[in-house]
Nanobody, 115 residues
Framework: VQLVESGGGLVQPGGSLRLSCAAS????????LSWYRQAPGKERELVAD????????NYAASVKGRFTISRDNIKNTVYLQMNSLKPEDTAVYYC?????????WGQGTQVTVSS
């Protein structure tokens, strides 16, 4: 199983970024995919997740209305569109999936929101 995030970077407050997570090594379309983030000195927190077919999404209260999670089950990729970014969104963002007996993480991509 491999999850590879990309798309992070430095953006000004109010700006936008789109993160991507390319998955391989498992039957992508069968599993829930999630985005988590971890800011310095804080615990890792769930940002958003999406069901296998993409019909149901869930968001942390802090990002609801600003972030959108989506997936492409042909390209085996999950996305996180982040709009109206705030300095408090600064964190390393991780892609995650869970099997019945295992949990998998990507290496993370840094998002920094600063003027």
């Amino acid at each position: 199983v491999q999850l590879v995030e990309s798309g992070g970077g430095l953006v000004q407050p109010g700006g936008s970024l789109r993160l991507s997570c390319a998955a391989s090594g498992f039957t992508f379309k069968n599993y829930v995919l999630s985005w988590y983030r971890q800011a310095p000195g804080k615990e890792r927190e769930l940002v958003a997740d999406i069901t296998s077919g993409g019909s149901i999404t869930n968001y942390a209260a802090s990002v609801k209305g600003r972030f959108t999670i989506s997936r492409d089950n042909i390209k085996n990729t999950v996305y996180l569109q982040m709009n109206s970014l705030k300095p408090e969104d600064t964190a390393v963002y991780y892609c995650h999936t869970r099997f019945p007996s295992d949990s998998y993480w990507g290496q993370g991509t840094q998002v920094t929101v600063s003027s």
